[in-house]
């Protein structure tokens, strides 16, 4: 990839605790979505597929993992 991503983080991630930042800006062009702990910028990235990241998504809206 060389698109550099813009990464975004939640408007529910004020408290500053564990977030995760999503760059969906890459789904179109490389077919993924990138993700990150927002603590550490510079550690890992998972590459979602987007059509992975979309299920998730829509799971969650859904109520499908329950609540924590």
């Keep these: 990839m060389t698109d550099e991503p813009r990464w975004r983080k939640s408007s529910y991630s004020s408290n500053g605790g564990n ?10 062009p490389h077919g993924v979505v990138p993700v990150r702990d927002s603590k550490d ?28």
Excluded at 19 to 28: H, R
Excluded at 43 to 67: D, E, I, M, R
């Design 41 to 68: 910028p510079g550690g890992p990235v998972l590459n979602l597929p987007t059509a992975s990241f979309l299920s998730f998504v829509t799971g969650v809206k859904a109520g499908t993992f329950g609540t924590a």
């Design 19 to 28: 977030c995760v930042e999503v760059a969906a800006d890459l789904a179109v």
